[in-house]
């Protein structure tokens, strides 16, 4: 008869074998979209393709890989030069794109109250309609302008986020034009628990509803039945961000994760595949890290920048040294190996 010990011995044994074949798998991933991502740098410190937005998107991307974005340079310059020179024009623009701005000034150091003279964080709540709790028309935008200010400290007006839930579609989500997609779900979602929503609150949960049940059969999140890397990696991090386990079966669709469909859409170069390979790859990077638009700023370095913008030759990349990042996906997997393996033994008592 199995004892106890060679119970855990065997879920053991099946929990290493997972961790050694997920943790290379996904740490290479983030690195070689990393060292993709930062080979797209340009001669400013940018990172061009959609406006100044891909450049705060890109910051985030690589400090969740845990690399310091003010590290980064082509021509000498950082994504926080680029930051520095832009600050102004950024916070004239739009509320959401100046908390971006906030969030990834917190990425290289400089505080999101002082760039070049401009207060991004003002720049975001002195824009608040008081009449209408909006930053914002659409929510999309209204969830970035409420993540950017939690997430750097300051204080969301109730009226902010009761204009959100007033505009919840009865399945749970939000888009426009009355009806749910996953992408402004997904801001919003976080732009909710950034502020103070409980992961057990009715509007979170019936969220998170919407989310689950708009999972497509290959284990990602798109449009119009068609599953795509940016829109999956979104979904990811605001369900991390409600504390769901995307890796668990409730987000297993045909033994495939959310994570495997990401890990699905990487191509040779490190990018990902989708409508703009620099914007799925940026977007991937903090999803598959475990990162959520709040955190991923503050997330820890544990590697150097690489030596050029072409990624050649850079140290500590391409050796899975996102790992700390990884972990949280990592264990859960072993735990869930454990697990079956206990339960494969203990059948053969009965």
Same mark, same amino acid.
């Given at each position: 008869m199995?004892? $106890?010990?060679? !119970? ?5 044994s ?14 290479q ?10 080979s ?9 393709g959609f406006? #100044?937005?891909?450049t ?9 890989a ?11 310059a950082?994504?926080?030069?680029f ?7 950024v ?7 100046a908390?971006?701005?906030a969030?990834a ?6 505080? $999101?109250?002082?760039?070049?003279g401009?207060?991004?964080? /003002?720049?975001?709540s ?32 109730t #009226? ?8 919840q ?12 997609? $996953?992408? *402004? ?8 628990? /950034?502020s ?5 609150s009715?509007?979170?949960?019936a ?6 049940n708009?999972? !497509?059969?290959?284990?990602g999140?798109?449009y119009?039945?068609e ?6 990696a ?10 769901e ?21 990487q191509?040779?170069?490190g ?17 598959l890290a ?11 370095? *544990? ?5 050029s913008?072409?990624? /050649?030759? /850079? $140290? ?10 990884? !972990?949280?996906?990592?264990y ?10 206990a ?5 053969l008592?009965?």
């Amino acid at each position: 008869m199995r004892t $106890p010990l060679l !119970l855990a011995a065997a879920g053991l044994s099946a929990m290493t074998a997972v961790l050694a074949a997920a943790a290379p798998q996904t740490g290479q991933a983030i690195d070689d979209a990393v060292r993709f991502v930062i080979s797209t740098q340009e001669a400013d410190g940018g990172f061009g393709g959609f406006g #100044a937005g891909q450049t705060f998107d890109a910051v985030f991307a690589i400090r969740a890989a845990g690399i310091d974005p003010g590290d980064v340079t082509t021509d000498g310059a950082s994504p926080a030069d680029f930051l520095q020179a832009q600050a102004a024009t950024v916070a004239a623009e739009s509320p959401a794109l100046a908390a971006k701005a906030a969030l990834a000034a917190k990425a290289p150091g400089p505080a $999101p109250e002082k760039v070049a003279g401009t207060d991004l964080v /003002a720049a975001v709540s002195d824009k608040l309609d008081a009449s209408t709790g909006r930053y914002a028309a659409d929510d999309f935008s209204q969830g970035l302008a409420v993540i950017g200010l939690a997430c750097t400290g300051n204080d969301v007006p109730t #009226a902010a986020v009761d204009t959100l839930l007033q505009t919840q579609v009865d399945d749970g989500g939000w888009g426009s034009d009355g009806a749910s997609d $996953p992408d *402004t779900t997904s801001v919003v979602l976080q732009a909710l628990i /950034a502020s103070g929503a409980e992961a057990s609150s009715e509007d979170v949960a019936a969220a998170v509803a919407y989310l689950r049940n708009g999972q !497509l059969d290959d284990g990602g999140w798109g449009y119009a039945g068609e599953s795509n890397a940016a829109s999956t990696a979104f979904v990811v991090q605001s369900l991390i961000a409600a504390g769901e386990d995307v890796e668990g079966a409730d987000y297993t669709k045909a033994g495939q994760t959310p994570i495997d469909y990401l890990l699905s859409q990487q191509l040779d170069d490190g990018s990902f595949a989708g409508f703009d390979a620099a914007y799925a790859a940026i977007q991937a990077v903090p999803a598959l890290a475990g990162r959520t638009l709040c955190n991923a700023p503050e997330t820890a370095i *544990t590697q150097s920048a690489p030596v050029s913008a072409s990624g /050649a030759g /850079a $140290p500590g990349v391409g050796t899975g040294t996102a790992e700390s990042d990884s !972990l949280p996906w990592l264990y859960i997997a072993g735990v869930l190996a454990l697990a079956a393996g206990a339960v494969g033994v203990m059948s053969l008592r009965k």
